[in-house]
């Protein structure tokens, strides 16, 4: 089970296939105008899908050699102009060795004091996050994934995630892969851009970002980083766990990130025939309603709260999924 699963490299070809083939099909005229957002959509799949095979491949799932990790981390993340060493100081570093912990998980929602400490906190919760049932929230759904990696990597030498010397190469590589995409729109021009990549993008960050805000959202802060207290799995149709990786099973990988996913089923089995009580999962769609109409901000490590009004939600616990099934009720939605 530990061994890398080489064979899902495959997918770096087939994905960059579809990405040049959209392109071509715009860039050519080849098909007719009412097609466009259909092939749109085709392109935005593979940035997606790219993303999904670049995280496997950075925990050193796929392949073991580090040279090759990056090259393929840099080359799949190029839709997201992501950094591989970045990602690898953030993700892997970062998140995965402190999850769901209040100031020091980059990706962990804040606390109500650091709400109240910080503009760029309170603009990021209130106006553009999603939660609370804020319809422009869902702006963070369709370009989460370009912002908040670009919010690292300009935060990454203040919060020492990365050495000075390799802070400046990944802002190399970023910039390496916004030059690609700025050259695609000048030899191309701004309609092949639009269908080319600005739609893929925003499709691509709406599949990557559904997941991304349920991995721990709906989780209590903790100081212990326990998977099974901070982390929620997600259900899909076997055919999107296909396409993405199974990329759903995220409490089996916070326990074994360095495994590739394609053995979580036999994860989830044996971890639900030892903790049935503690272990965390619900459809996809229940998980994202969740997040859509509770607040962001933590008053303590197992309630959120809205600020603005003081409506309160517990974050999901084990052994009463009741409780999350309840913050979805209309009554929720209404205060």
Not at 273 to 279: D, H, L, Q, S, V
Request: charged residues 20%.
């Amino acid at each position: 089970m530990f061994e890398p699963a080489r064979s899902r490299l495959l997918w770096l070809p087939v994905h960059l296939a579809t990405i040049a083939l959209g392109i071509a099909l715009v860039a050519r005229r080849a098909v007719p105008g009412f097609a466009l957002p259909f092939v749109s959509l085709g392109i935005g799949y593979a940035f997606a899908g790219l993303a999904f095979l670049a995280h496997e491949t950075l925990h050193g799932a796929i392949v073991r050699d580090k040279r090759l990790r990056h090259a393929v981390g840099w080359l799949a993340f190029v839709p997201f102009v992501l950094s591989p060493r970045l990602w690898v100081a953030w993700h892997n570093r970062m998140h995965h060795g402190h999850a769901n912990r209040p100031g020091i998980d980059p990706d962990a929602y804040p606390t109500l004091d650091e709400h109240r400490r910080s503009l760029l906190v309170r603009l990021s919760t209130d106006c553009f996050g999603i939660g609370r049932a804020r319809l422009r929230g869902v702006t963070s759904l369709l370009v989460g994934f370009h912002v908040q990696s670009l919010h690292v990597l300009v935060s990454a030498g203040r919060k020492r995630y990365l050495p000075r010397r390799e802070l400046a190469f990944a802002f190399v590589e970023t910039a390496a892969g916004a030059a690609i995409w700025l050259a695609l729109l000048v030899a191309l021009g701004p309609r092949v851009f639009l269908f080319a990549y600005v739609l893929p993008a925003l499709f691509a960050n709406a599949c990557v970002m559904a997941y991304i805000f349920t991995n721990h959202a709906l989780s209590p802060h903790t100081t212990v980083n326990d998977p099974l207290a901070n982390s929620l799995s997600v259900t899909v149709p076997r055919v999107v766990d296909f396409l993405t990786l199974r990329f759903g099973f995220h409490v089996e990988h916070h326990l074994f990130p360095w495994m590739s996913s394609r053995h979580a089923p036999l994860v989830r089995e044996l971890v639900k025939a030892r903790w049935p009580e503690r272990y965390q999962s619900m459809p996809l769609w229940q998980a994202l309603l969740a997040v859509y109409v509770t607040p962001r901000v933590y008053e303590d490590d197992r309630t959120l709260v809205d600020p603005k009004t003081g409506f309160r939600v517990r974050t999901l616990v084990a052994r009463v999924r009741e409780r999350i099934r309840e913050s979805v009720r209309p009554k929720a939605v209404r205060q």
